[in-house]
């Protein structure tokens, strides 16, 4: 199979060279966007580039070409950035027009100096994402892509059971890397000075306050999550939605000049980012809506017709753990295939929440039953009521007004997520103030 020229090579040299035929071909910019998609079609190409779902950080480069499946977790307000600017040369006084889209910092050489009110300086804005791993993606979903992807996989089990790291109440450890301590001072050789960007109202803060560690912000915690803030260009209102489960492909940005906390700009304050090491940029030359992240299925229709004896094997397995209440069994199934369609104000088709009576604790029954259901689904989230749980967990997402960014909460959960409430774990005693909303 032909391997893509885009995966061995700079991207930006790609685009630059594109950059530099402006004169003769205006829609340059068209122009890289098919030049990549072209790219992105050949066979094979996607098993060419790494993943951000499953590589360390401190394995790629800076300027590379990566791919992440993720979810949008936060909406920012539009990043201006210079879109083209010119460096002067300091020996001779000549200058010469760079291009800078698809990056975060301006590129200067040796002896040239930045040109901030240059006649070919061009300021244009960018929306930027804060996207992170699909909430919830069961363990075989990972194992699965890795195998995909030719990544060695991790042990299977408790490393990588969502399920059973979410109990044993270790999210405070996961949602720091390790690879934010890892060398931020990778790729890059070039000299490069910070690029005047301006984000009119700003991206989340990469460090809590009173001086905490940076937090991934992930709506559940998750030895294998991963975040990313997405920059995309052109792309029109309502494209993309908070919630949405997107694949991009873009260049990674890496530059250890950004985990600098920046001075006070004419806006105010401008807050401190989450390192690159940690929360890559990725400016994202393609990307697509995702139905589902199953990977044994094709990404879109028409999908292989279901047989049916899966439905009389399913049906077997599920009456089982239902302790041979057939009926309960076939509503847990439906429970399982129905997915919501439309929704329209509070009106919402498609939806077919399942209350199970007469459960008890024995032998931790529900419990059980939620890690058999997650490796039945792409996705879910077992969540025990106790009086713990409903004092100190945030369920929903919460605006952080002074970091101007959106917290997350455990149940910001992506499309076709399977949530599994338990009741049974409730006891006795006095809820506090947060327990009570």
């Avoid at 999210?171 to 690029?195: R, W």
């Avoid at 939620?370 to 879910?380: D, F, I, Q």
Wanted: aromatic share 6%; with cysteine.
């Amino acid at each position: 199979m032909p391997v893509p020229v885009m995966a061995n090579t700079n991207p930006l040299h790609t685009i630059s060279n594109m950059f530099d035929s402006r004169a003769q071909f205006p829609d340059w910019e068209r122009r890289v966007v098919d030049h990549f998609t072209k790219e992105l079609a050949m066979p094979d190409a996607s098993s060419t580039i790494p993943s951000l779902n499953l590589v360390q950080n401190h394995s790629i480069m800076d300027g590379q070409l990566v791919r992440f499946r993720c979810m949008v977790q936060d909406m920012f307000d539009p990043e201006f950035y210079l879109a083209q600017y010119q460096v002067r040369n300091t020996k001779d006084g000549s200058m010469r027009t760079l291009c800078g889209r698809y990056r975060d910092v301006v590129s200067c050489g040796p002896g040239e100096e930045l040109v901030t009110d240059g006649a070919e300086c061009e300021t244009r804005d960018r929306l930027a994402l804060y996207c992170v791993s699909p909430p919830g993606e069961a363990g075989w979903v990972v194992d699965h892509f890795r195998r995909l992807g030719g990544v060695e996989a991790g042990p299977s089990g408790t490393r990588t059971n969502n399920l059973k790291r979410a109990l044993e109440g270790e999210a405070g450890e996961m949602e720091v890397e390790s690879e934010a301590s890892a060398d931020p001072a990778l790729g890059g050789s070039e000299i490069s000075k910070k690029q005047k960007s301006e984000v009119s109202g700003s991206c989340p803060p990469g460090q809590l306050q009173g001086g905490q560690q940076p937090s991934l912000n992930l709506p559940l915690p998750s030895s294998h999550g991963r975040a990313s803030i997405v920059k995309l260009y052109d792309v029109k209102d309502g494209d993309i939605k908070l919630n949405d489960l997107i694949e991009v492909v873009g260049i990674v940005s890496l530059d250890p000049t950004m985990a600098a906390p920046e001075g006070d700009d004419e806006m105010g304050n401008s807050p401190s980012l989450p390192p690159p090491s940690l929360v890559p940029r990725l400016h994202v030359l393609s990307f697509s809506h995702l139905a589902h992240n199953n990977p044994l299925l094709p990404t879109a229709a028409p999908f292989p017709p279901l047989q049916e004896v899966a439905k009389v094997e399913l049906l077997t397995i599920l009456t089982t753990c239902m302790l041979g209440d057939k009926l309960a069994a076939e509503y847990l199934l439906l429970h399982l295939i129905s997915k919501v369609y439309l929704r329209k104000d509070v009106l919402v088709l498609g939806k077919l929440s399942l209350n199970l009576h007469n459960m008890t604790t024995h032998e931790e029954w529900p419990k059980r039953l939620a890690t058999l259901l997650s490796l039945l689904t792409t996705n879910s989230h077992y969540l025990p009521l106790t009086r713990d749980t409903l004092d100190n967990t945030s369920f929903t997402p919460k605006k952080d007004f002074e970091a101007n960014r959106l917290v997350s909460g455990s149940l910001q959960l992506g499309p076709s997520t399977h949530l599994w409430l338990d009741e049974t774990v409730m006891t006795d005693g006095q809820l506090t103030a947060p327990g009570l909303k």
